[in-house]
């Protein structure tokens, strides 16, 4: 009864169609690896046109708010992880509350990083806003970038936390012993965490030392 | 999983055999179904019409630069004109064009498969395609945009007039119809393949399409994300390549040709594809060279992604920078130049059907060899410093573009018209086409390679006296151009009412496409096919195959 995966066209065999399923989910990651390509690329090119600078700008970031927010969501990676285990185990019930840990300290990640943004607002430093009021210009540009950066981040973010909840309310995926719905879904997850341990050091390790 | 198993065999013999075309007449049974091969169709009709807005555009341009003097449109109406001409013809209709119509309808057949990996993704890039289509109509209508194909920045974010963000996010969203179109290709390809189609078996149009999905997933997002920057720039102000904040305009010519010149070899590689297949079924031979041909695709699409700096070279990057994209640019002719020898190999001492699917690939080596060996100058510093935006270069990749792409688009449609509607063609009239836009074509750009090299600018409709003469010849073969490509929408519409009926395999041609029966069934094949010898296996043992079916 646990085999009840639906075979759909084109597909004769669901060993096969699994397969296809999780190929399209690595292509599809990198295509998307190469999206946050873009944004580290400015960012690497922002850094060599003005060394000193960077620095400078980014060791005015919430550095803890960072670090925080990268604790949280590595855990989180580990709940997508802990989510696929237990569904392979066979127990659905503790997938179901990985999933929802998983889709919880995502949350935590928004609420943390809206948080920030508020300290930012009020202290003029999100850029396009009618009270900006940024030092240098360097410092302007610096903002942009981490507005574009993290907000681009933050909607892959919201789009993994529907995925994981989609998993988690679909009770044929956490029945699944090759947890091919589960699996794919944690592999999107993983890549939204891969690209934030990227951008914490690019953009708030660079100038910690400061 | 076995109930449904079950369910597809159940399946009564009658439905197995009626073609794709006659299962279901109901709108909703083509807007939404997943049948790649009705897909196809619905993108074949999107394509078409997007070309023949961007040719009304193109048309106006030709007008406009019959007389030295600003007659028809005004310097703000001539920069509208040509920045949605090539808008268009570039992101809705050569890059969707034979990968979505004729990759998507041809691919499961000639890989022996029942569909695509993704039946439903298929069709959602199909309306993904659409509502970007209905976005960029909206900008037409709206009075369009100023900002060249390129939308380069401080120009685009800072000056540029018209509907900028509307535009920006348009192609935007019509990248993600590209992303799910190459993902569900290259899963398809992987995972689809009837037993005994080894890699080594596939036909060369399936091996351009891989290369092609390829760009396809990983060149298209940096593009995304470039005209992503550049809305928030416009839209919330949030600019990364502001000069005046220490931000570096050169950066986004360096993203946006990280991606646009792959999305060259997006447009060239498909027809690179089409043109195996008809050489190889017009010489009744063997490819010459076939692992060659298979792996300069693959070449193509991995050294493509390593020239871009070669539109760049006057913009004030570094002369070493420029040396490397120089050579590299020069190399990647290597994989290209290696095809044509390969075709013009398979046709020596073959067994030649002088068709119009054969005339049209004839014109495409031509006009290849044309725009490639032009691109070889441009590739080179010194002859690029001289000829940068003038129309040497609108011609070099026009000839690529439109003497490559549009003319192999072309010969597809002829060669495959048989299987997709399962009637033929007039041929006679079909031959004089070809004809037509092989003359058409060299009328309109050869002169343009003239203009440009003696100095006429890119983007101006108000040039010195003495470019008239050219200019006119130019305009005088857009006309015939146009005429060429007007010919088959009658003679090949006339065909679906009057047209014979075709078999299974009308040219004679291997390929597990015209194994079926012609239009195919709504499953491709009646049994599953199982493939025992290689793509381009001639001569066939039964030529009397051209009667079957």
Not at chain 1, 152 to 157: C, I, Q, S
Not at chain 2, 498 to 524: C, D, I, M
Request: glycine fraction near 8%; aromatic fraction near 14%; charged fraction near 10%.
């Amino acid at each position: 009864m646990a085999e009840q995966r639906a075979l759909h066209e084109p597909f004769h065999e669901a060993e096969r169609q699994e397969e296809a399923d999780r190929l399209g989910m690595l292509v599809f990651l990198g295509s998307e690896a190469m999206l946050f390509g873009g944004i580290f690329a400015v960012a690497m090119a922002l850094r060599l046109l003005h060394p000193q600078d960077y620095i400078a700008a980014s060791s005015q970031m919430k550095l803890w708010h960072g670090t925080l927010n990268t604790a949280v969501l590595l855990t989180s990676s580990l709940m997508a992880a802990l989510a696929v285990e237990a569904a392979r185990g066979g127990s659905p019930r503790w997938a179901g509350r990985a999933l929802w840990s998983a889709v919880a300290l995502g949350l935590l990640f928004l609420g943390i990083k809206g948080h920030e943004y508020w300290l930012e607002y009020r202290e003029g430093a999100i850029p396009g806003l009618a009270n900006a009021h940024v030092g240098s210009a360097f410092e302007q540009l610096f903002m942009n970038l981490y507005c574009a950066a993290t907000g681009l981040h933050a909607l892959h973010l919201i789009g993994g936390m529907v995925l994981l909840a989609i998993a988690a309310l679909k009770r044929s995926a956490r029945e699944d012993r090759q947890a091919v719905l589960i699996g794919n879904v944690a592999l999107y997850w993983h890549l939204v965490d891969l690209v934030w341990v990227f951008l914490y050091p690019t953009l708030y390790l660079a100038g910690a030392g400061q | 999983m076995i109930a449904a198993a079950i369910d597809v065999e159940r399946e009564p013999e009658d439905v197995e055999h009626t073609s794709y075309l006659r299962a279901g007449y109901s709108l909703r049974s083509w807007f939404f179904t997943t049948d790649h091969k009705r897909i196809a169709i619905l993108y074949l009709f999107s394509i078409s019409f997007f070309f023949a807005i961007g040719g009304v555009a193109a048309a106006l341009i030709r007008l406009d630069l019959l007389t030295p003097a600003p007659d028809l449109l005004s310097n703000e109406g001539y920069n509208r004109a040509f920045s949605l001409h090539g808008i268009i013809m570039v992101w809705f209709f050569l890059i969707p064009s034979i990968p979505n119509t004729f990759g998507n309808f041809l691919i499961p057949l000639m890989i022996g498969a029942r569909d695509l990996a993704f039946p439903r993704l298929n069709l959602l890039s199909w309306y993904i395609y659409i509502f970007a289509g209905l976005l960029t109509l909206a900008v037409v209508l709206g009075g369009g945009v100023d900002t060249g194909w390129t939308f380069y920045t401080p120009l685009t974010t800072m000056y540029a007039n018209g509907m900028v963000v509307m535009t920006v996010i348009a192609v935007f969203i019509s990248g993600f119809s590209t992303i799910l179109t190459g993902l569900n290709f290259i899963v398809t390809i992987h995972k689809l393949r009837a037993p005994g189609m080894t890699w080594g078996r596939l036909p060369l149009f399936v091996w351009s399409h891989y290369a092609v999905s390829l760009i396809f997933v990983l060149a298209t997002p940096v593009l995304a994300v470039t005209l992503l920057l550049v809305a928030a720039e416009r839209l919330f102000g949030i600019g990364v390549f502001d000069p005046s904040l220490g931000g570096d305009p050169l950066l986004f010519q360096h993203l946006f040709w990280f991606y646009s010149h792959p999305a060259v070899y997006i447009m060239v590689l498909p027809a690179m594809g089409v043109m195996s297949e008809l050489i190889t079924s017009a010489a009744h031979k063997q490819i010459f060279g076939y692992w060659f041909v298979a792996f300069a695709s693959l070449a193509i699409a991995v050294i493509g992604f390593l020239v871009w700096g070669h539109h760049m070279f006057v913009s004030g990057q570094s002369i070493y920078a420029s040396a490397v994209f120089s050579f590299l640019s020069l190399a990647v002719a290597v994989p290209s130049a290696i095809k044509v020898y390969n075709w013009t190999a398979t046709l020596y001492k073959g067994d030649i059907d002088l068709s119009a699917p054969l005339l049209f690939a004839m014109g495409f080596i031509v006009l290849f060899v044309a725009g490639g060996l032009t691109g070889l100058m441009l590739a080179m510093l010194a002859i690029d410093v001289h000829v940068h935006d003038t129309y040497f270069v609108v011609a070099h990749f026009h000839y690529i573009m439109v003497g490559g792409t549009v003319t192999a688009f072309f010969g597809a449609l002829h060669y495959w018209w048989p299987k997709i509607t399962g009637r033929m063609y007039h041929e006679g009239l079909a031959r004089i086409a070809a004809i037509t836009i092989l003359v058409g074509f060299n009328l309109t750009f050869f002169p343009q390679f003239v203009l440009g090299y003696r100095g006429m600018p890119r983007r101006y409709h108000v040039y010195p006296e003495e470019f008239q003469v050219l200019h006119v010849l130019s305009s005088a073969g857009a006309g015939l151009l146009a005429f060429g490509y007007l010919m088959p929408l009658f003679y090949l519409v006339w065909s679906l009412f009057r047209g014979s009926l075709a078999p299974a395999n009308p040219w004679g041609a291997t390929g597990l496409e015209w194994t079926t029966s012609s239009p195919p069934p709504k499953h491709n094949f009646t049994e599953q096919p199982v493939v025992e010898r290689g793509p381009y296996h001639y001569p066939l043992k039964h030529p009397a195959s051209r009667g079957h079916g």
